[in-house]
């Protein structure tokens, strides 16, 4: 099969979910998910399952006109020192968020995401999800670091900042991003089952909003993905082992 895909989305492979995890079921799922290699600023509605297959099968040539035929606007960096300068920052706080992502699964027992708000090249907070902690359905990663961040900051607003997260923003934390007016959001992975920005929805970049935010995806993906991946093998392991006894 062609593996080959278009520049404009992040760089996935398969990636394991619990879509009821902690629920009283563990009823796990696989979700076939995509693999691309560079990481890109676009702006694009959400695409559906027909459109990822024209992107897929069609020859590089062709892609630009399929791009603007489904309503995808790629744009590329202008200054090359700028985009090396902006992609060494992207994998340094993205690396920060892996950090996080990894005690939510060490310390926590929670999915392992992070998040970390950034500022003027200053890390103003940095969170991983809590939700099982606190029990607390919104004790997401983002939530949790932009709330730190308006605090620290004693504003409601986070103009100007950017937010890493190791895997797409829901719903909800993309209505906050937006709500927080940050700048740019980026992240590792998509989230099929989930995702609010692109995979499920274009909260970010819809017409209607008033404030629309940047955003880059496939920062560090591979290490996000992997995270995610062991996490859930760890937990099917368990529950087997646990149906033995």
Known sequence: MDTTAPPNRAPLAQLDRAPDYGSGG???ESCGVYQFKEAHVFSAPALSASAHLAFL????SARPALWHLFGVTLTEP??????ASTKDDDERFMRLALEQARLASDVSDEVPIGAVVVLDGEVLASAHNETRMRKDPTAHAELLAISMAARSTQSMRLVGATVYTTVEPCFMCAGALSHARVARVVWGVRDPKFGGCVSLGDVLSQPGLNHHVEFSEGVCADEARDLLQSFFRSKRAAKAAESRD
């Open 26 to 28: 563990y009823r796990f």
């Open 57 to 60: 099968g069609a020859p590089e």
């Open 78 to 83: 202008q200054n090359s020192s700028t985009s």
